[in-house]
């Protein structure tokens, strides 16, 4: 078996060069991390139940013209995407005040917000993904104004589907965080979401009960993640129905 070429191992996946130009395969690994890595655990499951959820809104994306990286799943824990040269912004979407936005300037986690926010932070874990503005994006050449045209078109975007599809199964999308790369196309360039989109970068809150379904849950020592980002799938209709709960890996006679 020819060994991959591992291109980078991040907190949460790993990227292999693919089998074509262009493309990449990115690996979902099952390490929890939060507050930049100082909090880590190994979640049974998480991987695999980010691959698919990834790949459902990534390619309910693609499927009203919003651009991702996405091309196809190719297994339970990895997916084929489109190389892309990532724009060093986390791009971040909110609807209702928490995490953040509410410690900074002391407004009450859940209070329903007028508008959505957006938010710009720089992609540095040694900084501490420090939160920055249109001007310091500018300054330092991050992005172009006509990129952070394109990005926050594609940030409301990827908002307005993503509210639709939770709250249609019950689920409030609170906020949630994206990050965009640059595919060039000869003279052009566009842009086009990267990353994932799974209960690790959305903030998901029963409607009902305000109960948490995202990494909140490992944050805050709320439960245990595997069995909320399970419930989240299972209400997209996500995974096959009556899949036994996923638990490590085990020998099949
Ligand atoms: N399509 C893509 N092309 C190139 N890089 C990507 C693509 N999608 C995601 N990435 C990058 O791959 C890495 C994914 O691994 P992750 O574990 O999330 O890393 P990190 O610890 O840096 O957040 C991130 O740095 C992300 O910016
Ligand atoms: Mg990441």
């Given at each position: 078996m020819a060994r991959r070429?591992?291109?980078?191992?991040?907190?949460?996946?790993?990227?292999?060069?693919?089998?074509?130009?262009?493309t990449l395969v990115q690996y979902f690994k099952d390490d929890a991390t939060?507050?930049?890595?100082?909090?880590?655990?190994?979640?049974?499951?998480?991987?695999?139940?980010?691959?698919?959820?990834?790949?459902?809104?990534?390619?309910g994306l693609n499927n009203i013209g919003v651009?991702?990286?996405?091309?196809?799943?190719?297994?339970?824990r990895e997916q084929l995407v489109r190389s892309c040269e990532i724009i060093p912004l986390e791009v971040v979407v909110r609807n209702v005040a928490a995490g953040s936005l509410s410690?900074?300037?002391?407004?009450e986690e859940g209070t329903v917000l007028t508008r959505p926010i957006v938010e710009y932070y720089y992609k540095d874990d040694k900084l501490g993904d420090p939160m920055v503005t249109e001007e310091h994006i500018a300054a330092f050449g991050w992005a172009s104004q006509q990129d952070m045209d394109d990005i926050l078109s594609l940030a409301l975007r990827v908002n307005d589907f993503m509210s639709g599809v939770m709250m249609a199964v019950g689920i409030r999308l609170v906020d949630?965080?994206?990050?965009?790369?640059?595919l060039y196309d000869g003279?052009?360039?566009?842009?086009?979401v990267?990353?994932?989109?799974?209960?690790?970068?959305?903030?998901?809150?029963d409607a009902e009960s305000g109960?948490?379904?995202?990494?909140?849950?490992?944050?805050?020592?709320?439960?245990?993640?595997?069995?909320?980002?399970?419930?989240?799938?299972?209400r997209l209709g996500v995974m096959p129905k009556n899949s036994q709960p996923i638990t490590k890996p085990t020998l099949i006679n």
């Open positions: 070429k591992k291109i980078y191992e991040g907190k949460a996946k790993i990227l292999y060069e693919g089998p074509e130009p262009g939060a507050f930049n890595a100082q909090k880590k655990e190994v979640v049974d499951g998480k991987g695999v139940l980010n691959n698919r959820l990834s790949e459902f809104f990534m390619t651009p991702t990286h996405f091309i196809k799943r190719l297994n339970m410690k900074r300037l002391g407004i949630f965080k994206i990050e965009i790369g640059r003279d052009y360039q566009r842009l086009i990267a990353d994932e989109i799974s209960p690790d970068s959305c903030r998901l809150w109960q948490k379904l995202d990494k909140d849950v490992f944050r805050r020592d709320l439960g245990d993640l595997a069995d909320a980002y399970t419930e989240v799938a299972r």
